[in-house]
């Protein structure tokens, strides 16, 4: 207990080597036996208790281990390096003093616990390592060669297969798309398509109530047979027409000289009345002829008159002509609107324009539609690929050149087609808000231009071809 107090109070030297410790079992040992009086391993008994019990230099581990000492000064270096321990440097006459100190207490060291042994044993496993690194390097060597010309293979094929190629993966398919809506309005009857129906070009796709319409077609065809009665009375008003004017000018004429000869009697007659004398007449008789032949004279005028006025007989005529072709006319208006009573009937119907399949239906039986509403789509039978090149990819490019199709959807389906036509302006060109270039600072970036690429074969009627997939085309340049 002394000395393991004494040995606690003493401070701690950080000069002393941690070799200077036993291991704990050796040490545990040691003492145990010296204490009981039994030689130990170096045939000395207790007399050297006291010299053993001396307090000395050394401190126990904070962490109730005893530092382990090493036969080589090289690696008990490197030991203390590796695990952090800067509480001793390494100091190998100190090490040799205290270990002829207490030489005596420590056990015996085996043959092969020499320090030439043991590096020996560190020359043979670092001999072993790089006799192991060395059968190692040529595999490492091949594989590094392999990789490298895997690499170099890959790039050549690549190169290969993509010389005097365009291809995309900006591509999409295209096709018409025709937007059915009805041409009047009307509450829905009947629907006779459902979605994705393929229908033909005059299949009926839904009806609408055509009551209101049969009823204005019946309006029109009273409102023209009434027209043409009235035209065909005209008509022959006309006829009348060309009969009665020459005759009425006849008539007018023959009053005339009924009134001219009425006149020369009447002049006659008051000249002779007034030349007889006073005597011989009287005044009534002078009076009667005087007025007779003034009356003469106005009925003269008058027959000349009504020459003047019959006169005009082929206007007369043109004129009843004329009224036939106005009442003609109105006959034709109301055919007009017949006919479009009749459109409205048929339109009723709403029919398939084109031949395609029935998508975007959004029309019930019951709905009301207003003429113009856009109620489904047909996807048509035409169908292509419009394939967004970069501008820097269009070199060498032109219509009729070949191009190989293939499908994200069906990866095994084999499309072949050629370049129909390049657009002629960039997509940003012809977007709602153009690049507005000449403002503000400028960064280049490439534009892309429609390619129309029309599918010459390989489509397959189970596999339909939706629009606006995914396709990578590739033209072949050369």
């Known amino acids: 207990m002394t000395d393991d107090a004494d040995s606690r109070s003493r401070p701690y030297d950080r000069s002393r080597s941690r070799r200077d410790y036993l291991d704990v079992g050796s040490g545990a040992d040691d003492r145990g036996r010296s204490r009981s009086g039994a030689p130990d391993a170096g045939g000395r008994r207790d007399t050297d208790r006291s010299e053993r019990s001396a307090p000395d230099d050394r401190q126990p581990r904070s962490d109730g281990y005893r530092d382990i000492e090493y036969d080589d000064p090289a690696e008990d270096r490197r030991r203390r390096t590796s695990s952090g321990d800067d509480r001793s440097e390494y100091d190998g006459s100190d090490r040799h003093e205290r270990n002829g100190e207490r030489g005596r207490d420590r056990k015996p060291k085996r043959r092969d616990d020499t320090p030439e042994q043991g590096s020996n044993k560190r020359d043979a496993g670092e001999d072993q390592d790089a006799n192991k690194r060395k059968k190692r390097r040529p595999l490492v060597i091949g594989i590094a060669a392999l990789v490298v010309l895997l690499m170099i293979g890959g790039g050549l094929y690549f190169w290969l297969s993509t010389r005097g190629k365009a291809t995309t993966d900006d591509a999409y398919t295209d096709g018409n798309i025709v937007t059915v809506a009805p041409q009047v309005a009307g509450q829905v ?284 085309p590739t033209v072949l340049l050369k």
């Open 189 to 472: 009857v009947a629907l006779d398509v459902t979605d994705n129906q393929f229908v033909r070009k005059g299949d009926p796709l839904f009806r609408i109530d055509p009551r209101q319409y049969v009823y204005r077609q019946e309006q029109a065809q009273g409102q023209l047979d009434a027209n043409k009665a009235q035209v065909a009375n005209q008509k022959l008003g006309v006829e009348i027409a060309r009969k009665n004017f020459p005759a009425a000018l006849q008539l007018a004429q023959a009053n005339l000289a009924s009134a001219r000869a009425n006149l020369a009697l009447q002049q006659a007659n008051y000249d002779r009345q007034k030349s007889l004398p006073k005597l011989a007449t009287t005044q009534q008789d002078v009076d009667t002829t005087a007025s007779n032949y003034q009356q003469a004279k106005a009925q003269v005028e008058q027959a000349e008159a009504r020459v003047v006025q019959a006169m005009p007989v082929q206007q007369n005529i043109g004129q009843s002509e004329q009224q036939v072709d106005q009442l003609q006319g109105q006959a034709e208006q109301a055919k007009g609107q017949l006919d479009q009573a009749i459109l409205n009937v048929e339109w009723s119907v709403v029919r398939a324009p084109q031949d395609g399949w029935v998508t975007k239906r959004n029309v019930n039986v019951g709905d009301y539609l207003t003429a113009g509403q856009q109620v489904m789509s047909l996807v048509t039978t035409d169908a292509w690929i419009t394939a967004n090149y970069k501008e820097t990819e269009l070199d060498g490019m032109r219509p009729g050149q070949q191009v190989t199709i293939t499908v994200d959807a069906y990866p095994d389906l084999d499309l072949h087609g050629h370049v129909d036509s390049i657009q002629r302006g960039s997509g940003s060109k012809f977007s709602a808000f153009p690049a507005e270039n000449a403002t503000g600072n400028f960064i280049k970036i490439v534009q892309r231009v429609p390619v129309k690429i029309v599918i010459d074969s390989g489509l397959r009627k189970d596999e339909p071809l939706p629009l606006g997939i995914s396709v990578e």
